[in-house]
């Protein structure tokens, strides 16, 4: 019998990722696959991103490290075998090297495939990874990864075009998105209120830095606060309002006082979604 390992991202109140184990299990059972969910440790429990911008970086490798330590230890135990599959929802998943130094040792009744998405990393030249200069290392970790895995898992065709530019040569596969359960976010929702309804709201809910264009967004506001005041421009954040440009922070401050421009900030996932409604 076959078998999903599922090797997901620790979570975070101000990140996505808080649900998305939730919504590939709902998935999963939906689906009548046979899963086992492969943990790491948690570091600390701020569920905060202290350092970096998308996930913490030490929170971040000390769960993949110690995720990736109880993945091996099924393998060495023999229980993970060629026809199990082992999914993983950040290519970069620090430990992984250990899969083809192992697989390539072992027998090919215990090599199972292995398929990764590919959440940005260096053929997206937006992803954060450039802010950082993580390029020229980061690029031969990918070259590396893509020699071993069954697949990677792309979320649009202009991903799978930029693996493709930067050479790239295992198989690809566009799924269209990233995992996403409708019913649960709706669900965190007390009342829904009808569209006509909902309060004159426009709300920025990215991330406040420079690959997500946050001096567009406030551009706009000052141009549209001269056409209709009474439209509420906002950012939602799941903790205290972060760039990796600090500029962008001091023009929102400045904006907020000046403009009906709302900065939203620590908020849970039940008050994200409020906004919404």
Known sequence: ?????????EPYEGRYTLQLQQWSE??????GIDYEVIHGD?????????T?????????????????ANLIKKMKAGEITWQDTIFFEDMFTPGIEALPYIMDQ?????????????????????????VWDMQKWMGLYEKMTDQFVTGVLASNEEMVAHMKIAGWEAPTFNISGLAFDKDEVRG???????????????????????????????????????INP???????????????NEKYLTRARAMEKTHNFKI?????KNEYYEFAR
């Open 188 to 226: 965190r929702v007390a009342t829904r209120i009808p569209f006509n309804d909902r309060k004159l709201r426009v709300v920025f809910a990215a991330r406040f830095d420079q690959e997500k264009q946050p001096d567009f967004f406030m551009d706009l506001i000052e141009r549209y606060h001269t």
């Open 230 to 244: 009474n439209v509420e421009f906002a950012v939602l954040s799941g903790g205290p309002l972060r760039s990796n």
């Open 1 to 9: 019998m076959s078998k999903l390992y599922y090797m997901g991202l």
């Open 52 to 68: 970096g911008q998308v996930l913490d970086a030490h929170g971040r490798s000390y769960y993949s490290l110690t995720q990736m």
């Open 264 to 268: 939203y900030e620590n908020l849970k």
């Open 26 to 31: 709902a998935a999963f059972k939906r689906r």
């Open 106 to 130: 072992v027998s090919f009744e215990y090599q199972p495939r292995i398929f990764v998405r590919c959440l940005a990393q260096t053929i997206d030249p937006d992803d954060f990874v450039h």
């Open 42 to 50: 948690i570091l600390d429990d701020s569920k905060a991103i202290v």
